[in-house]
């Protein structure tokens, strides 16, 4: 019993730990310039090294099957989740976006753990130096500097309607009933949803507010407008202005990392009342793993500008 209990501890506990001290030491504000949580260093080297901890403590005859390299890391991963998940350390929005990098290296480490596992002399050594990886790593991929990324997102819905009465939804969207907000993905990660848009004028430099809940809003300029054809405009979020609880800090819109740019809306006729409504908007991000942080944040973009799409629809076609 009691050698099961300490077999527990390392192979779960001690890795769980180690990730629970990794997260608060590059969580601290005053080292940002040399450790960040939005790092490459610690988003994939942390669960690496959690991999390999969790494969490396554990009995030799299930260290060296490969379903138990692969998949029991996970638990570690899951168990690590749910501790700073309830001790508020990070937001589960951030974690399910990491979670396929999590995944990935947590297997990544399991593999490398059971090979160093079946060498089993001076095996310490080379732990150590995984251990201390991220500290080593992050301080030179601060260095190198995130270089700002501009990614578009693209949406477009078929509407049966007059166009006066789908334009008309298109430049003031009146209050959205709950449920009527269809954005599935940023409500399961916890968005603010879409309340109103309003617009002082209809022109070139007319102010328009999109309005969300928890206290988000999105300040645009009218920089084109075609009555019944198009309106473009820019987009500013003011980071000050949104509570500290509406988003995690990782992803607050204007903030360090994601900003959004500008929108377009265009109205094309297909036949007769048949019209194609497009939805455009241009993000920035600056984070050194841009490549997979574009995937979430087009996929986050696309679900809300689909979502006011569907509820322009529907209000047009009610009003044929």
Known sequence: MKKSLSTTIKVLLIPVLYAIILRIFFGVDTWQDLFSVMSLSFLFCLPLIVGVLVVYFSPIEKAVKKEYQIFTPWLAIFLFFVITIVVNLEGWAC???????????????????????????????????????????????????????????????????????????????SEIAREQDKGWLTRTLGFPRPIKAELNYEGVGAYREAIFSKGLVFHETVTHYEPLKKMEFTIKANPYEIPSTTLDEHITIGG?????????????????????????????????????????????????????????????????
């Open 256 to 320: 360090r990392y994601f900003d959004v740019l500008n929108g377009t809306y265009q109205l094309k006729e297909l036949s007769g009342h048949n019209y194609r409504l497009h939805l455009y908007s241009q993000f920035t991000l600056s984070t050194t793993f841009n490549f997979y942080a574009s995937w979430w944040a087009c996929w986050i973009m696309k679900d809300i500008q689909s979502n006011i799409l569907q509820i322009i629809k529907k209000r047009a076609e009610g009003l044929k």
């Open 95 to 173: 974690w399910l976006m990491a979670l396929p990098l999590f995944l990935i290296g947590a297997s990544i480490g399991g593999l490398i753990g059971g090979y160093l596992k079946k060498k089993k002399h001076r095996q310490t050594f080379k732990i150590s130096v995984l251990v201390l990886l991220p500290f080593l790593f992050s301080p030179i991929e601060q260095l190198l500097k995130a270089i700002p990324g501009t990614y578009s997102a693209y949406t477009y819905i078929d509407i049966q309607s007059k166009p006066e009465s789908i334009w008309q939804n298109v430049t003031r969207v």
